[in-house]
């Protein structure tokens, strides 16, 4: 069975994290993906700080396995979530949109484990200087909010860049994906995208349907343009948003205003104006599956070919 320093460092069985997507990712998912050995994960972008401490308490009634919690640091209550986990106990954080840099004193005396999501070399380093137990190093082939290097490339840099354990995310998907990720260095991977058909996912069921009818081409980039890029599915909504971005004649102010709210009008309402945040391998999410059976196939999926690989006879 695959293991790494992940797995000792989070008390988790397996070396696989369900991406913290906002608006996703509530304790009924993070419990699911706990349960069957992975790290499951809360999003503090559900409603307000409030919210996020009841989904937390939900997860502690749903598993007695490690959970964390992910930070989005440019939200508006993210100081307020930064002090909330604390008092809630929480011991592992992923943080992204950001340094966490001066919340990790406090962090680190509560024992908490902070590993940023990160999508460059030199953040990698810095988070290392920082303190951080590990970076998620995230390709741009991840939905939502993405950086410039993809993960091919990406993975290998930064390991070879910092001594603390690497996770490799974007475009992830099958025990193929997962072991080109081991292969390159990375000791864990982290999943998002196929994690929202999950049957413990609780988004509305619209938003599922596009993601299994998704192909290889049913992704797109907005948002480039204000500093922002984000990946999701091509609807209604991101093809006006384009249009508003590629017109001179448009405010930011007021492309961003078309914006607000999007992502969670889809993930709620199904709205077709709302953002279907989706990374590349959606084009390979075929089924809708329990949580337990995701995890087991990316870890056994992994094993199998890399045992495949390991048994081929080079000429």
């Not at 906002?22 to 409603?47: P, R, T």
């Not at 070399?121 to 970076?135: H, L, Q, T």
């Not at 091919?152 to 354990?165: E, H, R, T």
Request: hydrophobic share 45%.
């Amino acid at each position: 069975m695959i293991k790494s320093r992940i797995c000792d460092m989070l008390g988790i069985e397996y070396p696989v994290f369900q991406g913290g997507m906002a608006w996703v990712a509530n304790a009924s998912l993070a419990a699911a993906v706990s349960n069957a050995g992975g790290l499951g994960l809360i999003s503090s972008i559900n409603a307000g700080t409030e919210a996020v401490r009841n989904e937390i308490r939900k997860c502690k009634q749903l598993t007695d396995k490690p959970f964390g919690v992910n930070i989005m640091l440019q939200a508006p209550n993210a100081e307020e979530i930064a002090h909330m986990v604390i008092e809630e106990g929480i011991k592992i954080l992923t943080t992204g949109a950001g340094s966490p840099a001066k919340y990790m004193p406090m962090w680190k005396a509560a024992g908490i484990k902070v590993i940023p999501v990160i999508a460059s070399v030199a953040m990698a380093v810095k988070m290392e200087r920082a303190g951080a137990d590990a970076v998620v190093a995230e390709g741009a082939e991840a939905g939502g909010h993405v950086g410039e290097l993809h993960t091919m490339p990406l993975i290998p840099q930064i390991v070879d860049a910092v001594q603390i354990p690497v996770v490799a995310a974007g475009g992830i998907c099958d025990g193929r994906g997962a072991a080109a990720a081991f292969m390159l260095g990375a000791e864990g991977v982290q999943v998002g995208t196929r994690f929202l058909v999950a049957d413990e996912c609780t988004i509305h069921e619209a938003y599922k349907a596009k993601v299994l009818k998704a192909t290889d081409i049913s992704t797109t980039v907005t948002g480039k343009t204000l500093g922002h890029p984000v990946r999701s599915l091509k609807t209604p909504f991101s093809r006006e948003f384009a249009k508003m971005e590629s017109n001179p004649d448009t405010k930011p102010e007021d492309i961003l205003s078309f914006g607000t709210g999007s992502l969670r009008k889809a993930v709620q309402e199904g709205d077709e104006f709302g953002s279907y945040m989706a990374g590349e391998s959606a084009g390979m999410v075929r089924k809708a599956e329990p949580a337990k059976a995701i995890v087991e196939d990316l870890i056994l999926g992994a094993e199998r070919v890399l045992r495949n690989f390991a048994a081929t006879k080079l000429a």
